[in-house]
């Protein structure tokens, strides 16, 4: 299988996992997006080298917080305390952007496991923004 059609699958795979749970968008590229509560999220399928394709997803979780925000601080205080993804916060001028990201290998993966697998990555988001706003 190419890996343009390796990727394919994958990202078709995650869509079926997702429509499971929420309302699924398949952009023009094929990226996925969806809302996981008040948390927006895309997944992309790469081709990192031959036969190795993995999925990524982005979750931002807060947008915008106050410049002088305690939120970096905070998330890496948090960042240790969870197992599926990566926390970054980035300083706009409008305030802190954060966001949780998580790449994998998907090869294999059925609809199900791979659900369940995206599930407790943007739960962690979505929990990790109501930490930071709650």
């Given amino acids: 299988m190419s ?3 390796a990727t394919a699958g994958m990202l078709d795979t995650a869509r079926q996992a997702l429509e499971r749970f929420h309302e699924v968008r398949v952009d023009d590229d094929g990226a ?3 809302r996981h509560g008040d948390v927006p999220c895309a997944l992309q ?3 990192l080298a031959e036969g190795l394709v993995v999925l990524s997803l982005t979750c931002v979780v807060a947008w915008d917080l106050p410049a002088d925000s305690t939120a970096p601080l905070r998330l890496a205080e948090r960042a240790g305390q969870g197992m ?3 926390l970054g916060a980035v300083r706009t001028d409008q305030g802190w ?3 949780l990201r998580y790449v994998f290998p998907a090869g294999g993966l059925a609809a ?3 659900g369940t ?3 407790l990555v943007v739960s962690t988001a979505s929990q990790v923004r ?3 706003l709650g």
């Fill in 117 to 119: 697998l995206l599930m």
């Fill in 97 to 99: 952007d954060v966001t």
């Fill in 3 to 5: 890996g343009g059609a």
């Fill in 45 to 47: 399928g790469i081709e």
């Fill in 112 to 114: 199900e496991p791979m």
């Fill in 84 to 86: 599926f993804g990566t």
């Fill in 130 to 132: 109501t930490e930071l």
């Fill in 32 to 34: 996925l997006s969806f």
